[in-house]
């Protein structure tokens, strides 16, 4: 899969963006942000753990966001399995070089957009730590509708918070 997305292109991951993945990943202020998968620091080890792992499943759902010919983040969404088989979990990170450039919301909106459109997928789930505001704005400018208020579900860098739930619909 390849998406123009103007500012950016989102594609499939390459075994060859193993050192442009560890450079941007190994970063606290990503990991801060991310489920407990991500790991703070982010090794050689990690990003080979991460391809075998995309190499062993059937269809790519986990794609990585590339800038002038760079992998500098990543997104996809893992879909939910029986009652929950129309769903999917959404997520997403860069590097923080590239914040604040309007970069993650034109991925955000062509990813969600592929996915809908695309894929056997009816709703986009995407949770955010209450200490992510420009997450939130990201996924609001995306078409995505706030839902509600997870309090004091995430325990993250030593701190009890809320989570704010957003979801896109087809």
């Given at each position: 899969m390849q998406l123009n997305c103007?500012?950016?292109?989102?594609?499939?991951?390459?075994?060859?963006d193993k050192g442009?993945?560890?450079?941007?990943?190994?970063?606290?202020?990503?990991?801060?942000?991310?489920?407990?998968?991500?790991?703070?620091?982010?090794t050689e080890a990690d990003a080979d753990f991460w391809f075998t792992l995309l190499e062993r499943v059937p269809a790519p759902m986990h794609w990585a966001i590339e800038?002038?010919?760079?992998?500098?983040?990543?997104?996809?969404?893992?879909?939910?399995?029986?009652?929950?088989?129309?769903s999917a979990h959404f997520g997403y990170w860069l590097g923080e070089p590239y914040w604040r450039r309007g970069i993650m919301t034109a991925a955000v909106r062509a990813t969600s957009d592929y996915i809908l459109g695309q894929l056997d997928l009816v709703r986009?789930?995407?949770?955010?730590?209450?200490?992510?505001?420009?997450?939130?704005?990201?996924?609001?400018k995306s078409g995505f509708v706030r839902e509600g208020v997870l309090r004091r579900s995430v325990f993250k860098d030593g701190q009890l918070i809320d989570s704010v739930l957003y979801a896109r619909v087809r």
């Open positions: 103007g500012l950016c292109v989102v594609r499939d991951w390459r075994r060859s442009s993945l560890v450079r941007v990943a190994n970063n606290r202020n990503i990991w801060r942000n991310l489920a407990h998968r991500f790991p703070c620091p982010y800038v002038e010919g760079e992998a500098v983040g990543g997104i996809g969404c893992e879909p939910g399995e029986g009652v929950y088989a129309k986009l789930e995407a949770r955010v730590f209450e200490w992510n505001p420009a997450s939130m704005r990201v996924l609001e």
